[in-house]
């Protein structure tokens, strides 16, 4: 079989599995987005293609399948266990990875993408009551999330909704219809600083907490990713990275005391070169996706097939899959 049209691999019925993911969040996300351009069935036995996260290793029972690993979190790919990756990382390895930050599944992307011009002119005419939100609920992050806090207190107080470190009444989700991020959105548009920082630092590790403070027209402080002004202007967020710890609070500081340089950066707009990167769209994923459906189950398998991938998968799948 050779490969396929692209109107031949929308049609073609596509058998898929989704495992070891913590919820149904990314699953129920990735399925709509796939069912927008093919043919998906979603199956628990015998699927052709599994699509897995980190929260465990169930996706080795599907032998025959072709793995796809979506990663949401900050792990790296095993292409020995996986023929394709997505995830946060900046890397290459033929056509079997592609950069997907999890935020692209995220309403507040599509809503920082659309028209991000004229979203980024309308925020600077508005200068929030709120000083700045801190919405978290892990309390075994980096030390830099709360390192912020303490600091961005000794300015005006911060508001923390969150399970972390909580001030005020927590967020009413079930008010809003995207859930969580409906909430977090809404309440972040009420604060003129966002604390963004991921929960671990690593190059490209860049998740929904500054897309959300963004879309909501606020500016985020930012840590975790170093690389994050690849994506995102460095005039639209305070960057710790860049400006170190002190820095950033000397930013703060500058844009609380000048309204007018306040209303200047929340102007500017959020993407690096002026336009949205059309390598980190729902089209580009889709094609993604599309390049390895395109091919017969046969062609799209890239993991090792002989003596040492067999052994190395054997041994992960004695270890931790359950009986």
């Known amino acids: 079989m050779t490969g396929l049209s692209e109107a031949a691999a929308e049609s073609r019925l596509l058998r898929l599995a989704f495992s070891d993911f913590p919820g149904r969040f990314n699953p ?11 043919n998906i069935e979603e199956v628990d036995q015998d699927p052709d293609y599994v699509i897995h996260s980190v929260f465990g290793y169930e996706f080795l029972r599907h032998e025959r399948a072709i793995r796809i690993a979506f990663i949401g979190e900050n792990v790296r790919p095993d292409f020995n266990l996986s023929d394709y990756a997505f995830g946060y990382d900046w890397l ?12 692209l599944l995220y309403p507040s992307w599509q809503l920082l993408w659309q028209d991000s011009e004229s979203k980024a002119a309308h925020a600077a005419k508005i200068r929030p009551p709120g000083f700045c939100a801190f919405l978290y609920s892990n309390t075994q992050a ?8 303490d600091r961005l207190a000794e300015i005006a107080p911060v508001d923390s909704a ?17 859930g969580w991020e409906g909430a977090a959105l809404e ?4 604060y003129r600083f966002v604390i963004s920082v991921e929960n671990s630092s690593t190059p490209g590790y860049t998740t929904e907490k500054i897309v959300q403070a963004m879309a909501a027209g606020s500016i985020p402080i930012y840590h975790g990713d170093p690389y994050i002004e690849r994506v995102f202007n460095p005039e639209r967020i305070i960057n710790v990275h860049r ?10 500081r500058e844009l609380e005391a000048e309204p007018e340089a306040y209303a200047a950066m929340v102007a500017q707009n959020p993407f690096t070169g002026g336009a949205a990167p059309h390598d980190h769209s729902l ?23 002989h003596f040492w991938g067999p052994k190395y998968e054997q041994r992960h799948r004695a270890a931790f899959c359950s009986e």
Not at 187 to 190: D, N, S, T
């Open 243 to 252: 400006l170190g710890l002190d820095g950033a609070i000397a930013k703060v």
């Open 187 to 190: 309440w972040f548009r009420q």
């Open 283 to 305: 089209e580009h994923l889709l094609a993604g996706f599309s390049h390895i459906f395109r091919q017969s189950p046969e062609q799209a398998w890239r993991r090792t097939r």
């Open 28 to 38: 129920d996300r990735l399925l709509a987005l796939l069912q927008s351009r093919f």
């Open 142 to 149: 980096q030390p830099m999330r709360d390192q912020l806090l």
């Open 92 to 103: 290459q390895f033929g056509d079997r990875y592609q950069r997907a930050p999890n935020f």
């Open 162 to 178: 969150g399970g972390h470190r909580r001030n005020m009444a927590a967020l009413a989700v079930k008010a809003y219809a995207c």
